[in-house]
């Protein structure tokens, strides 16, 4: 228990600090479900693929963001529901064993996992720019083999960071390095790439709409490539929504990290008011985790096909070529619309 010992203690108001604690536990507890369920469907339907529509290089990069996000619900966020739940039962920051040795695993698994589910986004972002950009040279530029290097690379560089804690490096130093040395620039980047594969969809746009004001009967000569426009079109917008809600996830967290690195605080009431805005960013970072799988639900109509084919264990060879005149027609009657 906490004690109100010093003349401190006693103007101290703990209640913000440990309802924090509780609340942001109890949404880690719905949410750490929901991140393993959702991640694991999603990587079912990718290895069954029965669509055979996860073909592409970029595939490796949502199959690697997923396995993350899994990691995430698994072997992170129960550890900080415990610890956060323990902290406000006992009414105590540091709740005791075993929970205080559990928590560094946990803080330093989140700090592996998370800043490569960075970096991976930040490659679909780079990716999609040359897919819909320079589209000829995408599969001499984009091969399998680099993608499974910059995700090997990923992880095996971030594992080694997090394990310099037992080369003597300082707890309070490692996580000041990471700030600002993985996750500002690369929120940096991904804001500029961001920037710049808006500027190329909006062109990309463009051509797609002449492509279907000039479909007006369903020769598959021409719905074929249409399909396809379509489809990078939906991703790139899935991309879009990866990078926004990551970006949007990602500032509080850095804003309020910086706060704890650098200001004094004077009390300890401004510490802990410091330490459970952290944690409510924190659990953005988590939320943001969580949504990635539905985003795929969401917005790609090949992927929501693919896993009611996987759910009702059936294959259907005809409903490619059906998925694509449903899409070509309903994206072409929508442009008409518009118009």
């Known amino acids: ?123 679909l972002v780079w990716l999609q720019f040359i897919a819909i950009t320079y589209p000829r040279h995408y599969h001499s530029v984009v091969t399998t083999r680099k993608i499974f290097g910059f995700v090997g690379f990923a992880f095996v560089y971030f594992t080694l960071f997090a394990l310099l804690q037992f080369a003597g490096v300082s707890t309070f130093t490692l996580l000041q390095v990471d700030l600002h040395l993985h996750a500002t620039p690369i929120t940096i980047l991904l804001i500029i790439g961001c920037c710049v594969l808006l500027k190329s969809f909006h062109r990309y746009t463009k051509a797609s709409r002449q492509l279907m004001s000039a479909c007006h009967q369903e020769n598959r000569d021409v719905i074929r490539p249409l399909s396809k426009q379509i489809s990078e079109r939906q991703f790139t917008i899935v991309i879009f929504l990866l990078a926004g809600i990551l970006i949007l996830c990602t500032l509080p967290h850095i804003i309020t990290v910086n706060i704890i690195f650098y200001k004094k605080h004077q009390i300890l009431q401004e510490s802990l008011d410091s330490r459970a805005a952290v944690t409510l960013a924190d659990e953005m970072m988590f939320v943001k985790v969580a949504l990635d799988a539905f985003i795929y639900a969401w917005r790609l109509t090949k992927y929501r096909r693919s896993l009611k084919l996987v759910l009702t264990c059936r294959t259907d060879r005809h409903e490619s070529v059906a998925l694509e005149m449903t899409t070509v027609t309903n994206n072409t009657q929508s442009s008409s619309s518009c118009h």
């Open 1 to 123: 228990m906490i004690s109100n010992s010093t003349n401190s203690s006693y103007s101290t108001d703990y209640r913000f600090y440990f309802y924090t604690q509780l609340a942001t536990g109890i949404c880690l507890a719905i949410l750490s479900p929901l991140t393993i369920t959702s991640n694991m469907l999603l990587l079912l339907t990718i290895f069954k693929d029965p669509l055979k529509c996860f073909r592409a290089p970029a595939t490796y990069f949502i199959i690697a963001l997923a396995s993350v996000d899994l990691a995430t619900g698994l072997l992170v966020e129960p550890f900080f529901v415990m610890y956060r739940v323990a902290s406000y039962m006992q009414w105590s920051p540091e709740p005791g064993e075993p929970y205080d040795s559990l928590i560094p695993f946990a803080i330093w698994c989140s700090t592996v996992v998370l800043n490569a589910s960075f970096l991976f986004v930040l490659g």
